[in-house]
T-cell receptor, first 117, second 108 residues
């Protein structure tokens, strides 16, 4: 199993450009997440999905859109990139929480380093 | 407001010098507390899940404990390969809230 993979690994954008980050998982997980990680801020949730065709906002959703057309893929889009979106982006996936079983951890991808100039 | 605070921000230990990392939290409807290890340039790697106050989990030189307000990650006789950033996260509903991490350096 490859686990969680992210494409691309690095990207440089100019202000106003758009791009899509791809996250793929081969563990048949229902839940998928997009985070950004900035120095001194920790990981912050952007958007998440609890199943194919569903998405929801996290802590910092502004400026981002997501889509979950297939269970194994979760796409993060930046329509008009801004320097404030310079960050490292992580995708994660997990199984649903079941009350009778201890909650399952998230599995993280290797990250995408995005620089917006 | 759901919040996770980790301390210290950075910790330098001599090899073999035991210590503890702290994670304090305020969250409504805690479903679980998670510890992750993150190496530079990589994604977080799962270490432990704790669900109930009083629960403890161990893995090699690491031991995690949980109370109603905080969790500790105890590191016994650390080795240089334990150097990494350790992240704490709490789950509330379907969302996860992370602390800013403790950067641990173990000096040979």
């Amino acid at each position: 199993n490859a686990g969680v993979t992210q494409t691309p690994k690095f990207r440089v954008l100019k202000t106003g450009q758009s791009m899509t980050l791809l996250c793929a998982q081969d563990m048949n997980h229902e839940y998928m997440y997009w985070y950004r990680q900035d120095p001194g801020m920790g990981l912050r949730l952007i958007h998440y999905s609890v199943g194919e065709g569903t998405t929801a906002k996290g802590e910092v959703p502004d400026g981002y859109n997501v889509s979950r057309l297939k269970k194994q893929n979760f796409l993060l889009g930046l329509e008009s990139a801004a320097p404030s979106q310079t960050s490292v982006y992580f995708c994660a996936s997990r199984r649903p929480w079941v009350r009778t079983i201890a909650p399952d951890e998230q599995y993280f991808g290797p990250g995408t380093r995005l620089t917006v100039t | 407001e759901d919040q996770v605070t980790q301390s210290p921000e950075a910790l330098r230990l001599q090899e073999g010098e035991s210590s503890s990392l702290n994670c304090s939290y305020t969250v409504s409807g805690l479903r679980g507390l998670f510890w992750y290890r993150q190496d530079p340039g990589k994604g977080p790697e799962f270490l432990f899940t704790l669900y109930s106050a009083g629960e403890e989990k161990e893995k090699e030189r690491l031991k995690a404990t949980l109370t109603k307000k905080e969790s500790f990650l105890h590191i016994t006789a650390p080795k240089p390969e334990d150097s990494a950033t350790y992240l704490c996260a709490v789950q509330a509903g379907n969302q996860f809230y992370f602390g800013t991490g403790t950067s641990l350096t173990v000096i040979p």
